[in-house]
């Protein structure tokens, strides 16, 4: 009855995809109240979030305690950045259905979007205890980005883990596991994550930039460099891997082409912090005060 859509790299959340029909109401009405709906959800999956709205809303007045339309509403505003009204959404959604555990996920997720950290970690661990929730891998990969958000990289490991263990086949909390090792500096369990991103996505240009990281750290230019390339032939704007292969390259000492890499980015971003850092870098080459690879 429920579909899933995402709402961000790092945050998941969910849409409902079926009306229960209130008990007496005409079937006129409830077939009005079907449409609207749908209608709403197919906006919404379109990215529409006003059109949803709209529709949502003419299926509320119809209905005003269908849980699954009060969810579906709180989404349509979550996506327009409107979080204290998905919120107030989700809640009243909650308030006539108490087991939908889906609206408590993604109330977790406003609350994470809002900063509330502590609040959206108590609502996540409350979607696993219900051992009827069909996707219990969305609150554990939510959890996840909460106490990476908090810093603690351990039970953010953890929790993706444990979204993992349910869905082998989620990219994202594969990245973001492979992204926590290596800021750990577990760098053997890092590539093993990114290359099972690869496997699953090959276009995950982000996978490949990071092990370029990894690679440089071992002083494996060459490997490095290569991903770098892997990085930019899915996306030949994609300034952090321009960036870093001008630094590789001035510092093994292709010097002239390393420095088009870094103009390259200046051009791109002049008033960015991306194109300033390049700025900075060819102003040290110019002062012969080039001393090599800049920290990633």
Do not use: W
């Not at 709906?37 to 979030?49: H, V």
């Not at 849980?67 to 959404?89: F, S, T, Y």
Request: with cysteine.
């Amino acid at each position: 009855m429920r579909g899933c859509r995402a709402l961000g790299l790092l945050v998941a959340a969910c849409l409902v995809y079926g009306c229960v029909p209130q008990k007496g109401t005409s079937q006129e009405k409830d077939k009005q109240v079907q449409i609207h709906y749908e209608l709403g959800i197919q906006y919404l999956t379109d990215g529409k979030s006003s059109q949803a709205i709209q529709e949502l809303q003419a299926a509320q007045a119809l209905s005003p305690d269908n849980a699954d339309v009060e969810h579906a509403l709180g989404l349509a505003h979550q996506h327009k950045g409107l979080l204290d009204k998905a919120i107030d959404q989700y809640e009243k959604a909650l308030r006539i259905s108490p087991k939908l555990t889906e609206a408590k996920n993604n109330l977790g997720t406003a609350h994470l979007a809002k900063g509330d950290l502590d609040k959206a970690i108590s609502l996540f661990e409350e979607c696993l205890k219900d051992s009827d929730y069909p996707t219990p891998e969305k609150a554990a990969y939510n959890l996840g980005v909460a106490h990476f958000k908090k810093g603690d990289l351990d039970k953010a490991i953890e929790y993706y883990l444990q979204a993992v263990k349910v869905n082998e086949n989620n990219v994202n909390a594969l990245y973001n596991l492979a992204y926590c090792f290596q800021e750990k500096k577990r760098y053997p369990l890092a590539l093993e994550y990114y290359k099972k991103v690869l496997v699953l996505d090959p276009a995950f240009k982000q996978a490949h930039y990071r092990m370029a990281l990894i690679y440089e750290a071992q002083e494996k230019n060459d490997q490095a460099l290569e991903s770098l390339k892997k990085s930019t032939d899915i996306d030949p704007d994609y300034l952090p891997a321009i960036y870093r292969t001008g630094l590789i390259l001035i510092a093994t000492g292709n010097v002239r082409t390393g420095r088009e890499r870094l103009e390259a980015v200046m051009k791109a971003d002049p008033e960015g912090p991306m194109g300033k850092e390049a700025r900075k870098q060819l102003d040290m080459l110019k002062g012969d005060k080039f001393k090599g690879i800049a920290a990633p």
